[in-house]
């Protein structure tokens, strides 16, 4: 079990990615310790899987998530993985965006990571091994239509990423983004849901819609982004840092002399 004796904190771990990553860590060894406002989901969590503990806590309430940092070493030991996977979703024509959707989306997915990374780093600071890892999005490396303030937030977290990254080179402390395009999440659902309503179309077609927004024309599995979670966290991943990753990753050309 090539993460036995880490404790890893995941935010917005009660469902989807975030609940994937957490199951994932277990299963390589690391104790992990779920965050996020629900505590409905996250107990439910934590009682079907032995090594997971719940924790309710805002990633933009600074002072909640210290406190929840300080309660999560307290009670199950260093902190030497963290990954920010808190964040929240919203569309609309630019023109029509209003300045409190703007600043949601800012909050969440950008203040959001800055104050899990923070605190992540602070609870490392007396360690030689660390990993920061923030699930931005493929929207934090494009553009997307209808969706500026949240590729504003996932840019700026990408932005983030390397800069932290950038302090921490050489001190075994690695900082890494995972992009993932369309991935199947209650947020994907919402997504559906909208399609649905406003054309009128089969929740199937709109499903072959959202899939047909990836690189590779389906709709990613949590399971996936917890595989490079685990990639980035196991040997051999030292060199890694400062790096956003997106998924699926593009195909690499071989050359042959």
Not at 58 to 77: H, I, M, P
Not at 103 to 119: C, K, P, S
Not at 221 to 234: K, S
Request: net charge negative.
């Amino acid at each position: 079990m090539a993460l036995k004796g880490r404790h890893a904190l995941v935010t917005g771990g009660g469902t989807g990615i975030g609940a994937a990553i957490a199951v994932a860590l277990v299963e390589a060894g690391a104790t992990v310790t779920v965050a996020g406002r629900r505590r409905d989901v996250l107990d439910q969590l934590a009682a079907e899987h032995t090594g997971i503990r719940a924790i309710v806590a805002d990633v933009t309430d600074e002072s909640a998530l210290q406190e929840a940092f300080r309660n999560a070493s307290e009670t199950s030991g260093p902190i030497s993985i963290v990954v920010a996977n808190a964040g929240a979703a919203e569309s609309a024509p630019f023109v029509r965006t209003e300045l409190a959707a703007y600043e949601r989306m800012i909050a969440v997915n950008l203040t959001g990571a800055f104050l899990t990374l923070r605190e992540g780093l602070r609870a490392m600071a007396d360690s030689d091994w660390g990993r920061l890892i923030v699930i931005a999005s493929i929207a934090g490396l494009e553009g997307h239509a209808y969706a500026a303030p949240y590729c504003a937030a996932k840019h700026g977290a990408v932005g983030l990423v390397r800069a932290v990254a950038a302090e921490t080179a050489g001190s075994g402390i690695t900082v890494n983004a995972i992009c993932p395009g369309y991935t199947a999440t209650p947020m994907l659902e919402k997504s559906v849901d909208t399609i649905v309503e406003k054309t009128g179309r089969s929740d199937a077609e709109a499903r072959r819609i959202i899939a047909g927004l990836n690189q590779d024309g389906r709709i990613i599995q949590p399971e996936e982004v917890a595989a490079i979670v685990l990639r980035l966290c196991g040997p051999g991943s030292e060199s890694t840092n400062g790096e956003a990753i997106p998924i699926p990753e593009p195909a690499r050309e071989t050359a042959y002399a």
